[in-house]
C-alpha cells in the first residue's frame, strides 16, 4: 500500500447496515473489485456512516491482493500527500472529508490535479464529504466539475434498528454483553453520531472492566453523564 495509509481492519461492509444505503454499498464493492464505476462522490452529514464505508472499501480491496490508499483532508499531512507523486498513480484511493479543502487554494489545486491523475491512469476513486459538491463552497470551478465526475450519492442516516444491530457488534468485538434493552436505550438518549457511538463504547468497555460493573440501563446512564461532564 503506497504511503502506509492503512483504513481501520475493525470497519467492513459486514458490519455496516446498508439498509436504504444497499445500492451504494452494492457500487462500492464493485468498485473496490475494480468493476462499475470509476469514480464515485459520497455525502452526509457527520456521523452518517461515510468514513467507514470508505476504510470498508480500503479493506476489501486488499482482502483481493490490491492496493488501497486513504487520505483524510483533516490530516495535518493532507496536503503532502496529495502532492506525492506515488498517490497520483495509485490504482484505488479514497478521500474523506472533502470539505476541508473548500476554500482553500493549495488542497483544491492539488485535489483537481490528483482526480485529474487517477482518471488518466484508470484508477478508481472515492470522495466523500458532509454536502454535495455544489454546496461544498469550493473556489476552484475545474475542481467543482471534476468532483460530480462520477454519481453523486447521498448517505442517509442509519435507522434505529441498524444502529443497534450496529452498536452489539461492536459491543461484541469488546468482549462486552450489551443486551437488546440497553442497546436501544443508548440508541434513543446519544447522539445518532457513529464516531461519538463507538467513543462511547470504549469509554463503557474501560470503565465496566475497571469498575468490574455489568451492562446496565442505570450503569450505563452513568458512564453518559461521565462522558459529557
Keep these: 500500500m503506497p504511503l502506509d495509509l492503512r483504513p481501520d481492519k475493525q470497519q467492513s461492509f459486514e458490519n455496516y447496515d446498508g439498509g436504504v444505503n444497499s445500492l451504494t454499498v452494492s457500487m462500492l464493492k464493485k468498485m473496490a ?19 467507514h464505508l470508505l476504510q470498508a472499501c480500503c479493506n476489501l480491496r486488499l482482502q483481493h491482493g490490491g492496493d488501497a490508499t486513504l487520505v483524510a483532508l483533516s490530516s495535518a499531512s493532507a496536503a ?37 491523475s487517477i482518471r488518466s491512469s484508470g484508477g478508481r476513486l472515492v470522495l466523500a464529504g458532509e454536502k454535495p459538491p455544489h454546496q461544498l463552497g469550493v473556489a476552484l470551478p475545474d475542481l467543482l466539475s471534476r468532483l460530480g465526475w462520477g454519481p453523486v450519492l ?11 444491530v450496529r452498536i452489539c457488534s461492536r459491543a461484541d468485538a469488546f468482549g462486552m454483553r450489551l443486551s437488546e434493552e440497553v442497546a436501544q436505550y443508548i440508541v434513543r438518549r446519544y447522539p445518532r453520531d457513529l464516531k461519538a457511538l463507538e ?28 462522558t459529557n461532564v
Aim: aromatic share 6%; proline share 2%.
Design 33 to 51: 473489485l475494480s468493476e462499475g464505476e470509476s469514480q464515485l462522490f459520497l455525502w452526509g452529514g457527520a456521523g452518517s456512516g461515510k468514513s
Design 80 to 116: 503532502s500527500v496529495l502532492d506525492d507523486d506515488r498517490l497520483q498513480d495509485a490504482d484505488f484511493v479514497c478521500v474523506d472529508e472533502v470539505e476541508r479543502a473548500a476554500g482553500h487554494a493549495q488542497l483544491e489545486m492539488l485535489l483537481f490535479n490528483l482526480i485529474n
Design 154 to 164: 447521498r448517505i442517509d442516516p442509519m435507522s434505529e434498528g441498524a444502529l443497534m
Design 199 to 226: 467513543s462511547l463504547l470504549e469509554r463503557l468497555h474501560q470503565d465496566s472492566m475497571v469498575e468490574r460493573r455489568a451492562l446496565t440501563i442505570p450503569y450505563v446512564t452513568q458512564v453518559i453523564a461521565r
